[in-house]
């Protein structure tokens, strides 16, 4: 069965940084691209940042370009994103997805989320 | 890195058929077939019911199904069920790797 596991979402102030992860099982994790999505409070989904299967090739919205991280540990099976100079608006749950392996945006697995509040 | 436009809200009686529109532009929509659906209900993640603007991955029924003209790309429910109440969000490649969702849109069964 395939599973995402995210973790490490809690109250920060802004300018500080944060790191949430990602564990996988039941897939072969080092075949998989995977994606992060937020979602703020009662808000809608932003795509944040991809990242291919060996970790060779990332890529990031706009917003996030330059303060955040993507990264992947494939012998724990486990993804990474590391966020610093966050601000208000980067608050919001934090879900991981699986790419199908299609074209587009095909996330076919997601986590349970993890929250990320940015405030003073 | 503007959000596609969808309706706030779409409402019907339950064994109508609904249609959401996911509004771009000529640098997302309209230049890729490569629009996604996503059906999220209170409290869960979303999950994948259209890809590749026109696919239904395994398992989803055949009341859904997405097309697309010009920068507008549409979601089709038919034969709406109480369980398909929830928030339905459009995504579309925007290419130079980057994707961007809809504003989301929120069916109710009457």
């Known amino acids: 069965e395939v599973q995402l596991v995210e973790s490490g979402g809690g109250l920060v102030q802004p300018g500080g940084s944060l790191r949430v992860s990602c564990a996988a099982s039941g897939f072969t994790f080092s075949s998989s691209w995977m994606h992060w999505v937020r979602q703020s409070p009662g808000k809608g989904l932003v795509w944040v940042s991809r990242?291919?299967?060996?970790?060779?090739?990332?890529a990031y919205a706009d917003s996030v370009k330059g303060r955040f991280t993507v990264s992947r540990d494939n012998a724990k099976n486990t993804l990474y994103l590391q966020m610093n100079s966050l601000r208000d608006e980067d608050s919001g749950v934090y879900y991981c997805?699986?790419?199908?392996?299609?074209?587009?945006?095909?996330?076919?697995?997601w986590g349970q989320g993890t929250l990320v509040t940015v405030s003073s | 890195q503007s959000a596609l436009t969808q309706p706030a809200s779409v409402s019907a009686s339950p064994g109508q058929t609904i249609t959401i529109s996911c509004t771009g532009s000529s640098s997302d929509v309209g230049n890729y077939n490569l629009v996604s659906w996503y059906q999220q209900h209170p409290g869960k993640a979303p999950k994948l019911i259209i890809y590749e603007t026109t696919k239904r991955p395994s398992g989803i029924s055949d009341r859904f199904s997405g097309s697309k003209s010009g920068n507008t790309a549409s979601l089709t429910v038919s034969g709406l069920q109480a369980d398909d109440e929830a928030e339905y969000y459009c995504?579309?490649?925007?290419?130079?790797?980057?994707?961007?969702f809809g504003t989301g849109t929120k069916v109710t069964a009457l």
């Open positions: 995504c579309s490649y925007a290419g130079n790797d980057l994707y961007v």
């Open positions: 990242i291919n299967g060996d970790g060779s090739a990332t």
């Open positions: 997805g699986r790419d199908s392996g299609a074209a587009g945006l095909p996330l076919d697995y």
